[in-house]
Every structure is written in C-alpha cells, then in structure tokens.
C-alpha cells in the first residue's frame, strides 16, 4: 500500500513522522474522512463528495492556523491518484490529515510548519447498519465552540469524542449521544444524529456545538428530493428523542444506522424505521454509483493499470 507524505508517494510502512511533532502532543491537526465505495459490478470505486470534504478540511485549517499545502484541485487529484494506485477491491475509508509538523516543544499555533498526509485503508461497516445501535445519552458534555471550534474538524477536539465513546461500549452500548453544555443533543462520536417526529426529520443545528455532517447535508437532500420529507434544523431535547418514532446517525464512515435504543427506551418498538430504512436504501444506491441523478456527488476512480514493457 502506498501513502502521499512529505508531497510524494511512498510505500504506507514508510510513512514516519518524528516523536517531536507538534501535532502528536497538542493534537494540532485537522483531519477528514472520505469513502471510497466500491461498485463489484463496475469494478469502479466511487469517492463521495471529496470536493465538499476537502472544503471543510480548509475551513477547519484556517481556524486552527494552518497553511494547508495544497489547493482543493490538487486535493481531489491526489486523493484519485491514491486510490488509483492502490487498486483496492472494496470499500476504502480515505485519511488526510493537515498537521503542525514541526519538532518543537511549546502550545501555540503560530511560528510552526505544517504539512497534509493522507493514506487509505479498507474499511467496512463501522456501526450495524442493518439492525441499527444501541445508545447511551453521555455523561460526557460535548465541548462548545468557544473551547475549540465545532465547524473545525480539529485532532484534539476527539479526545472528547474518545471518551464518549469508551464509556458507551464499556456500559454495554454501541454508540454514544453527547448533549450540550444546555442540555440539549449535540451529535454522536462521529455522526450527526436525526429524529422522525410527526412527519418531519428533525436534527441539532449547527449552534449545538456539532460538525455540519457531509452525510447530514445529503441525507436532507434525499429525504426532500426523492420522499417529500423535510428536515427541521432546531435544538433536540432530551426527551425528544426518547419519544421519537424513529432515530438515526449519519457519517461517512457510521452511513446511516438506525438507532433502536437509547438509554434502553426503545424507538420503534426496537425495530428499524419505515423512513430510516427507505431513505438508507436511496443513500446506498447513491453512494456505490447506482443513481445517474446524484452523479455529480461521485467521483470514479479505476485501477491504475502499470504498462508491461516488454
Ligand atoms: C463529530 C462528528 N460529527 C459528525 C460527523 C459526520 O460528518 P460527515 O457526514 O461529514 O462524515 C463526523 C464524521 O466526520 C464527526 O466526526
């Protein structure tokens, strides 16, 4: 497997930064995931929504001062070339990571180098998609916007995340609901969380402390364009979404999972929604190139074939 690092490609094992760096013991970096889907029929894989991820990743870094290396152009291309030249045969969960890299001691943002990395690796399921999770509200408060910005997706800012989730598998549960320091719901360890409540998609706006999902912009999409359904973006209470009729997470790498549980309140009597299963199928068809009217979403990658000289 290769990797891109220090603006080259080179194998993935060696790809090694120094125990100096800035970013392994401040967590100053900023990250995305972007997925890969495999298509067997098409022995394509389809990159979804990479221009809208790497636009986030340059918000992100100019919130947390970083010079990022590179132009979203260049972004995509080296993310197509990735992916072309590992030929992978199924699903990929791509990484790119910009990072102060310089080998110094001292908290700040200023005066540092910094540099993007970025590598793949196969990547299935990461929640029971199909018979959806259980939840537990955490007892974890999500960190606000004016400890480290929500809209940034910065490395430090999952330590947060980290703890969630730990106490969540630890209690028995599959995943983990953070509230805000009002008490309202802010998102999961890495998804936005949506509620179906009296005909409508409701789900936390952007104030309650979450990542504005690529996913959830999506999901909202699909919902009003292919089921009439639309979302409401306000604060979620806790109580709301005891008594939802349906709930589920969206991310890159989560999809859509149902959520069936939380807190052992049962959401549709812990069966999967009718919606959550309607709109995960319309998702699905989309991400793996099997809907035309969604393609300018997608970004097709093929095999890079190496010429035999003979
Ligand atoms: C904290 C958090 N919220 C929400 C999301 C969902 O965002 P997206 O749909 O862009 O992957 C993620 C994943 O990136 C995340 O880490």
Not at 118 to 142: E, H, T
Not at 173 to 181: G, V, Y
Not at 220 to 238: C, D, F, K
Not at 278 to 286: G, R, T
Request: proline share 4%; charged share 25%; net charge negative.
């Amino acid at each position: 497997m290769e990797a891109y690092f220090q603006h080259r490609f080179i194998p993935l094992s060696e790809a090694r930064l120094s125990v100096m760096t800035h970013a392994l013991h401040y967590g100053t970096a900023c990250f995305e995931g972007i997925r890969g889907n495999w298509n067997r029929e098409e022995d394509r894989t389809y990159l979804f929504r990479s221009r809208e991820h790497y636009q986030r990743l340059a918000r992100s870094c100019q919130l947390i001062k970083i010079d990022l290396p590179y132009t979203i152009d260049e972004l995509c291309d080296i993310t197509v070339d990735l992916v072309a030249r590992n030929g992978f045969h199924e699903d990929i969960y791509i990484r790119p990571l910009a990072y102060k890299s310089s080998e110094a001691i001292g908290v700040r943002l200023h005066d540092l180098e910094d540099d993007l990395l970025m590598f793949a690796v196969p990547f299935g399921p990461y929640l029971d998609v199909d018979k959806g999770v259980k939840c537990c509200i955490s007892s974890w408060v999500r960190i606000n916007d004016n400890m480290i910005p929500s809209a940034a997706k910065v490395s430090g800012r999952y330590v947060n995340s980290a703890l969630a989730k730990t106490e969540a598998l630890e209690k028995g549960f599959d995943e983990t609901i953070m509230l805000t320091s009002q008490g309202y719901v802010s998102e999961g360890s890495g998804e936005n969380v949506f509620i179906f409540y009296h005909g409508k998609l409701i789900t936390p706006p952007s104030s309650d402390d979450i990542l504005i999902g690529i996913t959830r912009d999506s999901v909202i999409r699909l919902a009003q364009e292919e089921l009439g359904i639309s979302t409401l973006e306000r604060s979620v209470s806790r109580s709301d979404l005891y008594s939802a009729s349906e709930c589920f997470l969206t991310g890159t790498a989560a999809h859509i999972t149902p959520v069936v549980e939380i807190d052992h309140y049962r959401i549709e009597e812990g069966r999967v929604g009718e919606v959550t299963r309607k709109l995960a199928d319309i998702y699905f068809d989309v991400i793996y190139g099997r809907n035309p009217r969604y393609s300018s979403w997608l970004t097709p990658v093929e095999k890079k074939i190496t010429k035999s000289v003979s």
